[in-house]
Each structure stands twice: as structure tokens, then as C-alpha cells.
């Protein structure tokens, strides 16, 4: 076309949006609704749901195991206890721990990797809503997913315990008040040492699995490397490197919280209270959030 043509204006159909205009809570309704979808496979191809629900399936799947040899057990004409062979609250923590934690390690960078990979920060972090905001519904969208994980197959037990215990449902529930603040206070504890290595993971990573290796292989990793210094050095100090153990300090608070037996437990051994695990996984949420809030406002 020559500079002499006439200017050919094609209507498109294009037109200003007239619906409701919802804010910074509704920015982060949104982010929270897309999060859910991302974790879950949700509106995704069969191969983005099989990890997550095949997660989700096994620890549902393990409490209703538990509970029907409970059932089992009760129908046999010859008393049987239970409770020494199956965990119950306290012990399921232990029993769900390892697919708990490749559940926070596939959510954690679903959450955070692909908004980098793919470009789309600097549409999240128009107005109104700003990178703090953004954070904060990423993490309530972890926080609700995780916690779901651990409290949902504690929630399952309790009513099946309850359902079968001889003394009747309602006296069950009443002599077991106590595990409604037990159970989330160390599911809580769990998801914060979690959380705060997944998002670190998540922050720096390029990719998806990148992050999700980086985030096992730190928590197993010092883990070995405590239990190592643990065994084989015998300096005054050698004792505080049991604190790089953090897979062990949620384990530490949760005995702690349900006054059990922590010999096992590599700080316990090395002489500190449940007090300085219960630190420690404090100490690194708050260093995960003002890391990840840097990196983040370095991206803005």
C-alpha cells in the first residue's frame, strides 16, 4: 500500500469493559480461584490431575484403610487392640508424612514458576493490586491445599473412630476434645516448615521441577547431613548442627504437643527442647517471606 492509499479502519468490535470492577479482593479472589485450578489439574488435560489426585487419593485412601480394620477388628469375636499395630492421630503424621511432603513440593512451584515462566506478573501487579497482595493469595492458596492435605484424612479418622468406639459416637467426640486443637496446631507447624522452603524453592527456580527437586533435596539433604555430624563428631559444638534436621522439627513439636516419647528425634538426642524446633521452624518462615517478598519486588 502507497503512502497515497486512503486508510482502510476495521472495526473489530472491540469495547471498554462495563462489568463490576471488584478491586484488590477481587484481584485476589482470583488468583486464589486460578491456584486451586493450577494444584488440582483442575480444567486440565487427564496427565495434569494423576499426580495431584493420586496424592490426594492415597492419604484419603490410608484413613479409611485405618479405619476399616478398625471396623474389622471390632467384629471379631476375640477383643483385638489396635492402637499399637495402626497410628492413630499423632502417629498418621508420621505414616502420611513422606506423601505430604511431595504434595508441597508438586504445589508450591505450580503456584509460582509458571506466572514467572509465563509473563504474566506484570498484569498481576497492576492496580490495584500490588506484591504483597500477590504473595498473600498465593499463600492462603498453599496454605488452604496444604492443610486440607493433612486435616481432611485426620477428619475422616476421627468420625470413624468415633462411629465405632463401643462407649457410643457422641461420648467419643466428648472424650476426645482435645485432638480439635492438636491435630491443627501440628499440621500447622508441618505446613509452615513446608510452605517456607517450597516458596523459597519456588522464588529462585526456573522451572517447576527444578523447584520441586531443590525443595526435597534441601530437607532430606540437611537432614543426612545432621544425622551424619550427629554420629561421627564428638566437638562441643557438633551438637547444633542436629538444628539443620528440619524435616525432624515438625516431628519434635508434634510429640510435644501430644506429650509423647522424642528419643528418636536427632535435636532431642543432641539435648535441645521441643522449644528451639519450634524456633527454628518460626525463625524460617519469617526468613522465607522477606526473601521471597525481596525477590519478588526485584521482578517488579
Keep these: 500500500m502507497s503512502s497515497n492509499d486512503p486508510a482502510i479502519i476495521l472495526d473489530r468490535g472491540y469495547r471498554n469493559y462495563e462489568g463490576p470492577r471488584?478491586?484488590?479482593?477481587?484481584?485476589?479472589?482470583?488468583?486464589?480461584?486460578?491456584?486451586?485450578?493450577?494444584?488440582?489439574?483442575?480444567?486440565?488435560?487427564?496427565?495434569?490431575?494423576?499426580?495431584?489426585?493420586?496424592?490426594?487419593?492415597?492419604?484419603?485412601?490410608?484413613?479409611?484403610?485405618?479405619?476399616?480394620?478398625?471396623?474389622?477388628?471390632?467384629t471379631l469375636p476375640v477383643s483385638l487392640d489396635t492402637s499399637d499395630l495402626f497410628p492413630r492421630y499423632a502417629g498418621y503424621f508420621d505414616f502420611i508424612s513422606n506423601v505430604a511432603l511431595l504434595f508441597a513440593a508438586f504445589a508450591g512451584p505450580q503456584l509460582l514458576v509458571p506466572d514467572r515462566t509465563h509473563g504474566v506478573l506484570n498484569v498481576y501487579f497492576s492496580r490495584p493490586m500490588g506484591v504483597r497482595d500477590y504473595l498473600v493469595a498465593k499463600g492462603a492458596t498453599f496454605a488452604a491445599v496444604i492443610l486440607s492435605f493433612w486435616l481432611v484424612p485426620q477428619l475422616v479418622l476421627h468420625l470413624g473412630y468415633a462411629a465405632l468406639s463401643p462407649a457410643g459416637f457422641l461420648s467419643y467426640l466428648g472424650k476426645t476434645t482435645d485432638i480439635l486443637w492438636k491435630v491443627p496446631a501440628a499440621a500447622l507447624v508441618y505446613f509452615a516448615l513446608h510452605a517456607s522452603l517450597a516458596f523459597l524453592a519456588a522464588s529462585f527456580a526456573k522451572r517447576v521441577g527444578t523447584a520441586a527437586a531443590s525443595f526435597i533435596a534441601v530437607l532430606l539433604g540437611l537432614n543426612l547431613v545432621a544425622v551424619l555430624f550427629q554420629e561421627a563428631s564428638s566437638a562441643p559444638g557438633a551438637r547444633w548442627t542436629s538444628l539443620l534436621a528440619l524435616e525432624q522439627h515438625p516431628r519434635y513439636v508434634r510429640d510435644w504437643i501430644f506429650d509423647l516419647d522424642s528419643s528418636a528425634v536427632i535435636p532431642a538426642q543432641a539435648g535441645f527442647d521441643p522449644q528451639a524446633s519450634l524456633l527454628v521452624v518460626i525463625g524460617l518462615a519469617v526468613i522465607s517471606v522477606l526473601l521471597v517478598s525481596w525477590r519478588y519486588r526485584r521482578l517488579t
Design 22 to 74: 471488584t478491586g484488590r479482593r477481587g484481584a485476589m479472589r482470583a488468583i486464589v480461584k486460578e491456584g486451586y485450578r493450577r494444584v488440582l489439574g483442575l480444567r486440565r488435560k487427564a496427565k495434569g490431575k494423576l499426580f495431584p489426585w493420586t496424592l490426594i487419593a492415597l492419604a484419603l485412601g490410608s484413613a479409611v484403610v485405618m479405619v476399616a480394620i478398625e471396623w474389622v477388628s471390632s
